[in-house]
């Protein structure tokens, strides 16, 4: 293939697919090895629908295999794909409709939509049936051409909707493969929908790498993901740090073989030091990398080797080796090593903006650079240390302090499961610190261990113990609900039997 259809991202991928990738749904068993077959017979099911180069089809998408292959199949063919969660679609797809002006809606299976018949949307279910005749060649897109509109997985507001073209895709997948050492033969698990970037990455590169991909919705019970790790013998295993959290508290790790897996992947926020450990002890043969990313750059920005994490701990790690980061003060000056700024970052990886949000473009993507919001420092030896984002911050007589930072501190200690910082008028300091905290133990012995454990000048107003920390459909905590939370003791025994727990695995991977 030569020429602009090189660019087109999914073509690529079908280009280096392995002699053995497939699908599979842990769930049910399903597999599908004519990956290439199939992603052509859903660019030919769009042409037959009507679609036109460009048009912006929406996908359902859950944790299952065909939404992933509509959604390749979209970009195949030339068409702009809106992965969106089914549970999106659910409550906000004819506004979704609206917001791309899409000319297509694509589900698994289920009736077809009211609000789509009123948005004069063509409604496409399932797999689609064999192209007739010759194979559908794949669209001739340019580098810079659409190929995605990816969601936003902020922990306040709306998402935004980002414009991620075929270029960006290519570049970003390649550099992550080349970070994670992704070879042939891989396979991994995968418990995240497409509609999240992380989780598009993941199915990315594994693909591209020539590898394989086992989807498993059955997350609110982690031993059956365990076992189907085992039993498909799958080498990656993807998550943010909820995920972690719940293998570390609910689930049968340290007794369930991993033989096959070789690596750990860790994005969505920061993970405690501690929480990494452990699961290293559990899995020693597994390397475990840290990842840091944005959507607005595709997915990843910068990946801690493994071999790093003893003496760079807390770290992101290096950036992409195809991007190029800065950290600058409020007047877009660089600072020097060590000093904190905003983190900007400029590469093939950054998108174009939002859908039709000049003004939030503006704020974030200046002259090829991508204004992450997020403050971070460079060490020496070139590692990034996020320590927050704009805003999340106190300054405690006078000295600023990142929520991030509390937050690592506090997680650090014995018998705190989850924790979240925020902030509250106080008399002499002008702020102090607040923490929510869901614990395991002696409500008193917890609050007197982490008042030990901030340093002196931090001051602390309150500690309250919640049952669970608010957060989004991507495991995000959502700052601003904190001050709602009710107190609650902590509990004997472990946390994951609590029904608030089992609300939140549900909310976070459900199909």
């Known amino acids: 293939m030569s020429g602009p259809a090189s660019c087109n991202f999914a073509a690529r991928l079908v280009e280096r697919l392995g002699s053995g990738s497939e699908l599979l749904d842990a769930a049910n068993g399903e597999r599908f090895s004519g990956i290439a077959a199939t992603i052509r017979d859903f660019a030919a099911g769009f042409a037959a629908a009507g679609l036109r180069r460009g048009d912006r089809v929406l996908v359902g998408c859950s944790v299952r295999p065909l939404g992933s292959l509509a959604y390749l199949g979209a970009m195949f063919g030339g068409y702009t794909a809106v992965p969106v969660s089914e549970a999106a679609l659910a409550t906000s797809g004819a506004a979704l409709a609206a917001k791309t002006a899409a000319r297509a809606l694509w589900t698994e299976r289920g009736a077809p939509a009211e609000w789509a018949w009123r948005s004069g949307l063509a409604q496409l279910t399932g797999r689609p049936r064999g192209a007739e005749g010759d194979a559908p060649v794949p669209a001739a897109c340019g580098e810079d051409e659409l190929a995605a509109l990816m969601a936003t997985s902020g922990s306040t507001g709306e998402p935004r909707l980002v414009k991620v073209s075929h270029g960006n895709l290519i570049a970003n997948t390649e550099a992550i ?20 970037c992380f989780g598009a990455s993941v199915l990315h590169t594994h693909l591209y790498a020539g590898g394989s991909v086992v989807f498993d919705a059955r997350f609110m019970f982690p031993d059956k993901v365990l076992r189907a790790i085992a039993a498909y013998c799958c080498t990656s295993f993807a998550g943010v740090p909820t995920a972690y959290q719940i293998l570390l508290r609910r689930s049968n790790l340290r007794s369930i073989p991993l033989p096959t897996l070789r690596r750990f992947l860790q ?114 030896d070139g590692y990034l240390w996020i320590t927050g984002r704009q805003g999340e911050f106190l300054k405690i007589r006078g000295v600023r302090v990142g929520f991030a930072q509390i937050e690592a501190v506090v997680a650090g200690v014995r018998g705190v499961l989850d924790c979240a910082a925020a902030g509250a008028p106080h008399a002499e300091a002008g702020e102090a610190i607040a923490l929510y905290v869901v614990a395991a133990g002696d409500a008193d012995d917890v609050s007197a261990a982490i008042r030990r454990a901030l340093p002196s000048e931090w001051t602390c107003e309150a500690i309250t113990l919640v049952a669970e920390l608010p957060r989004n459909a991507h495991g995000k905590l959502v700052r601003s609900h904190l001050a709602h939370l009710a107190p609650h003791p902590p509990s004997q025994r472990e946390p994951g039997a609590s029904p608030q727990r089992q609300r939140l695995v549900d909310e976070t991977f459900r199909s």
């Open 267 to 380: 994005a969505g926020g920061a993970l405690a030091t501690a929480s990494i450990g452990q699961i290293r002890e559990i899995v020693p043969q597994a390397e475990f990398f840290v990842m840091y990313g944005q959507t607005e750059a595709t997915a990843r920005i910068a990946c801690l080797p493994p071999e790093r994490l003893e003496d760079k701990p807390g770290s992101v790690g290096l950036p992409l080796d195809n991007l190029t980061v800065r950290i600058v003060d409020s007047g877009g000056n660089e600072v020097a090593p060590q000093e904190s700024g905003e983190l900007w970052v400029r590469g093939k990886s950054i998108s174009a903006g939002y859908l039709d949000e000049p003004e939030a473009s503006a704020r974030r993507f200046r002259d090829g650079w991508l204004a992450t919001g997020d403050i971070a420092a460079r060490d020496r």
């Open 177 to 196: 493969i080349r970070s994670q050492r992704l070879g042939d033969g891989e396979r991994a698990m995968l418990v995240l929908p497409v509609s999240y």
